[in-house]
């Protein structure tokens, strides 16, 4: 059987500076102090901006989770299955 | 929080349903399992075979504790928008287990740990590394654990308006998780922290809820009322607290993804499968539960104005009290809400424990002591040890010594400098048992001494942080000094994937 490739995140550089730059515009560094204007359903633009970027991570982190980590789940799975199937 | 107005016997009788539902819980997850205390990974790690439903919410409710809600809604009404950084340093953790969890899953199966010392000592092979590890990873544990068992005693004397008193309820409810704990071990932890878990995401929606129809259904009635009387609160933040967020992101990321008790999770998944699937969702739940206190806490400074700093550590309890002034349906709620609160901060605790338990049984005796036990005995030993550990917490707490009060605070300032051998000894081969123990310790002492003088914060960088800086300068620069045999080299070829 050929041999799979696996998948590990630290491997994989654009992981990390995809998370580097979401966390850089995660925090209003760059934003002019002390603005709030406009509210945007009551919210502060700045507010929106950063929770965005919040979000964005979530995804980001939950997508990498499932789609670029893959290193014993087929075997662990297939045994499994074998056991099952004993 | 003395006069809340659901005080009194119906309080009494949902902490009490709650506590014999843990019970149940921790009955029958340990009933039918002979060989559950007859093993180390057994009794600490459910036999390293916790499913989804388990693996998830146990990783929950560890994270989130009742003190997630209690502490940072006040933390929300006393520094306004610029608490948003709550949902950020919680998800952030998920990407440091990106780190080091795929390869570390797959080591601990293959050698079989039982806690994250197993892997400092199959890695550095080091008394000394070993040794300070276990003492930084115990101090931090309990600290942890008593910040938790006096939260519990503050939640449930006041959800009881002192019906419980504050002692009372601590004793009380810290008994129910020795037994739980003792009965099941981590079966036990995670299936009770299914049921708080549960209770805890339910609560703070309803919670929310009800602080949302209390402003007449507007959120931004609220942000109008901090723009006139607060607008601080709503603005941009100034560049010392920009700093301060990102060294929050650093500090609780790795500290928090390094907690012994979080990388005994990695430890106890059933697959590979499963451990991916909880941290995908897990990435998911800061906006919900942090994100939603963060809400929270703004409302309250629009509902109950001009708290001060003690004032305002109230406002959860006082946001209750209005709530269930609404009508009868809200407060029962609020009492529900209240008592998982309790639920949540005990879930939280039992991991903890669990873990300090785990510690002393493999790492202390069974390293160093006994090391020929079997391995009941060794279990004994840590469950004994464990409830010994809580005494001594519960006195310390009852007795707060005058000085040396900020030594208790010390958790991730202290722990996340195992980090540097943790994660960076994974992969990479050169990193040295010596200078890895000089960097620990220096990140310690310079942790530990920043925060015991009060600088807590430098240019709002946390001392924590500024530790860490020197540990991992000292732990590579020295590992490059240390020449690199071929023996080692050949032995640490274990850890590689492929």
Same mark, same amino acid.
């Given at each position: 059987?050929?041999?799979?490739? *696996? ?9 990390? *500076? ?30 929106? $901006? $950063?929770?965005?970027?919040?979000? $964005? ?30 | ?24 819980? %921790?009955?029958?997850? %340990? ?85 994250? @010392?197993?892997?400092?000592? +199959? ?30 005693? +503050? ?5 009881? %308006? ?25 079966? @036990?932890?995670?299936?009770? #922290? ?6 805890? !995401? ?58 012994? +008790? ?87 605790? #039992? ?28 279990? !004994? ?43 960076? %000894? ?35 960088? +946390? ?34 994937? @492929?």
């Amino acid at each position: 059987m050929e041999k799979k490739q *696996i998948k590990e995140p630290i491997r994989k550089k654009w992981i990390w *500076i995809a998370l580097l730059l979401i966390v850089i515009g995660n925090v209003p560094w760059y934003l002019p102090i002390g603005s709030y204007e406009p509210l945007i359903f009551g919210v502060p633009y700045w507010a929106l $901006i $950063i929770l965005a970027f919040s979000l $964005i991570l979530c995804g980001f982190l939950s997508w990498v989770t499932l789609k670029e980590w893959d290193i014993v789940e087929d075997e662990e799975e297939a045994e499994k299955r074998g056991r099952v199937n004993e | 929080m003395n006069d809340l107005v659901f005080a009194g016997m119906d309080g009494v009788l949902i902490l009490s349903a709650y506590a014999i539902v843990m019970l149940l819980i %921790g009955y029958f997850s %340990g009933r039918g399992d002979k060989t559950l205390h007859d093993s180390l990974s057994n009794y600490y790690l459910a036999g390293k075979n916790l499913g989804i439903v388990a693996l998830f919410f146990t990783l929950y409710a560890t994270q989130y504790s009742g003190n997630t809600i209690i502490g940072y809604a006040p933390t929300a009404y006393r520094t306004g928008f610029s608490w948003l950084q709550s949902i950020s340093f919680m998800t952030i953790i998920i990407g440091v287990y990106l780190l080091f969890a795929p390869r570390m899953y797959v080591v601990s199966k293959k050698m079989n740990f039982i806690t994250p @010392a197993d892997w400092i000592s +199959h890695r550095f092979k080091s008394k000394s590394v070993t040794i300070l590890a276990v003492v930084l990873m115990l101090w931090g544990l309990g600290n942890y654990l008593l910040e938790q068992l006096v939260a519990i005693g +503050h939640a449930a004397s006041s959800l009881t %308006g002192g019906t419980i008193p504050y002692q009372v309820a601590v004793i009380a409810f810290v008994l129910v998780m020795l037994i739980y704990e003792w009965l099941g071990g981590m079966k @036990a932890v995670a299936f009770t #922290d299914v049921m708080q878990g549960l209770v805890l !995401m339910v609560g703070i929606v309803i919670f929310l809820v009800g602080a949302i129809y209390l402003v007449g259904g507007d959120f931004s009635s609220a942000t109008q009322y901090i723009a006139a009387n607060e607008p601080a609160k709503l603005g941009v933040p100034d560049m010392m607290t920009s700093v301060n967020w990102f060294s929050m992101l650093l500090l609780v990321g790795l500290g928090a993804a390094i907690y012994p +008790h979080a990388v005994q999770r990695i430890f106890a998944a059933d697959s590979e499968r499963t451990l991916k699937r909880s941290f995908s969702r897990m990435a998911w739940m800061p906006p919900i539960t942090t994100g939603l206190v963060f809400v929270i806490g703004i409302l309250g400074i629009a509902l109950i104005p001009n708290l001060d700093t003690t004032g305002s550590e109230q406002l959860v309890g006082l946001m209750a009290n209005e709530i269930a002034g609404i009508n009868g349906f809200f407060y029962w709620v609020m009492i529900i809400f209240f008592g998982a609160i309790v639920a949540a901060i005990v879930s939280t605790a #039992d991991s903890v424990l669990l873990s300090f338990s785990s510690i002393v049984s493999n790492d202390i005796y069974g390293r160093f002591i006994n090391p020929k036990a079997p391995e009941k005995k060794k279990v !004994m030993v840590g469950k004994v040890t464990g409830v010994a550990a809580v005494g001594l917490l519960l006195w310390i707490a009852w007795n707060p010594p005058a000085t040396l009060y900020e030594i208790f605070v010390l958790k991730f300032e202290l722990l996340v400098q195992v980090f540097p051998a943790f994660v960076l %000894g994974l992969y990479w081969k050169r990193m040295a048992a010596q200078p890895v123990f000089w960097g620990m310790l220096a990140g310690a002492i310079i942790a530990g001494v920043l925060t015991w003088t009060g600088y807590k914060t430098v240019f709002g960088i +946390h001392g924590g942080v500024i530790g860490l800086a020197a540990n991992f300068f000292i732990a590579v620069v020295g590992s490059y000094l240390v020449p690199l045999t071929v023996e080692k080299e050949a032995e640490l070829k274990k850890i590689d994937l @492929a």
